[in-house]
């Protein structure tokens, strides 16, 4: 039975790879889920497994040296799939220092503690490990609105707290491969969406809004263009790349779906009034109307766009989902789950909205 330590398995990413992974190994493989539960963190999203015997949850924060050890100390993991991060640009503006200390700090300490595990004492490392640090396209900076692709050796230029602690964590991953020898893989996607995704991000944000008629806050022109792939995809494609890929390599992972903002809000509108029926009140709310244009985030990069023919070669990976697809099944799982959206965004991310854009609309 292969054992996988997940970090930040309760998270949105984290959580759908448990699942997928479960759907497809069965009794075949032991997780361990390590996640701090904080604000984005919810234990409700794996309520499906929570009972099976060769699942575990233990709440815990990454940069616990002693706690993590422990856990080596007690299982013989095989593979670290390391989600764990503070990811949101925007918290990121706000608390710079939190993203250092999850996202740098606390990936240096799982890669101590993996070493420690894993290392012999003639320097090499145990057959068959794997540590795979999962990163995002944001660490390359932004590409001009005309063309162009981020690859794998696009140097990197970040531009905010959140893309800068990514990157650093990144070039650690990059160092212990180098200096040590460390059984690593880096993955860098594009921006993920699809069900558990906590409504900070945008499109459960915009879903959620438009469902109560409230405004719609999109960013400077709205034509800022991201390449959105559906979670899904992801992590089958970090499934690939734990089981096929040589160590030291990286992967970029995108969905091949470049939208600006605008469109994804817009396209969101016309989806939701294709889903409810004409008698839901909810549906006379629903209009481009609803589209609130607020000022610009600092540092706001212009365009992302994936180049995953690496990942294509090497693995025979591609997504699957078609963006129109993808946001009518992200819909679909949020009409049959609200009362997880109700759970999540009461308390503490209501006051957190209100912090961020409350003086804006």
Known sequence: MRTYLVTGGAGFIGSNFIHYMFDRYQDAIKIINVDALTYAGNLSNLEAVAGLPNYKFVKADITDRKVIEKLFDKNDVDVVVHFAAESHVDRSIKDPDCFVRTNVLGTTNMLNA????????NGKFIPGK???HVSTDEVYGSLPEEGGYFYEDTPYAPHSPYSASKASSDLIVKAYMDTYGFPANITNCSNNYGPYQFPEKLI????????EGKPLPVYGDGKNVRDWLY???HVSAI??????AKLFETYNIGGNNEKQNIEIVRTIIDVLKELLPEADPRRANL??????????RLGHDRR???GADKIRKDLGWEPKT????GIRKTIIWYFENQDWMERVTSGMYQAYYEQMYGGKL
């Open 114 to 121: 993996a070493m420690g595990a894993w290392r012999l004492s």
């Open 130 to 132: 794997k540590f795979l």
């Open 204 to 211: 459960p944000l915009m879903i959620h809004n438009a469902l």
């Open 231 to 233: 979670v899904e995809d």
């Open 239 to 244: 499934n690939h790349v734990i089981n096929e």
């Open 287 to 296: 209009s481009y109307d609803l589209i609130t244009y607020v000022d610009d």
């Open 304 to 306: 992302y766009a994936i």
């Open 322 to 325: 078609k963006f129109v697809d």
